[in-house]
């Protein structure tokens, strides 16, 4: 069975950190671009980050750069999001989702073929 299963959500104050993982299954993810993506209540879902199939290359969405830190182990078939200095803004259910790309540059959202089912970031003020 082809799947993303996040981990890592919760809740956490105002400037405090959260690690975000996402484990994949079923077909072979080392060799696409993943993404984070998020989605506020009320909001359309929006990128947060992207990194190449090899690691090599990372973007970020602007509200996420100097704070969040996209990884993946290939070995361990688990893309990471790190998320430092959060803020109450952060606030939104992050799913991460695998690309049919392996390079992350002039990547766009119908590039993305398979999506997790999300977890609940909360951050308080």
């Known amino acids: 069975q082809v799947q993303l299963v996040e981990s890592g959500g919760g809740l956490v104050q105002a400037g405090g950190s959260l690690r975000l993982s996402c484990a994949a299954s079923?077909?072979?993810?080392?060799?696409?671009?993943m993404g984070w993506f998020r989605q506020a209540p009320g909001k359309e879902r929006e990128f947060v980050a992207v990194i190449s199939w090899r690691g090599g290359s990372t973007y970020y969405a602007d509200a996420a750069k100097g704070r969040f830190a996209i990884s993946r182990d290939n070995a361990k078939n688990t893309v990471y999001l790190q998320m430092n200095s959060l803020k109450p803004e952060d606030t939104a259910v992050y799913y991460c989702?695998?690309?049919?790309?392996?390079?992350?540059?002039?990547?766009?959202?119908?590039?993305?073929?398979?999506w997790g089912q999300g977890t609940q970031v909360t951050v308080s003020s």
């Open positions: 989702a695998s690309s049919t790309k392996r390079f992350a540059a002039k990547i766009n959202v119908d590039d993305y073929d398979l």
């Open positions: 079923g077909r072979t993810f080392s060799s696409y671009a």
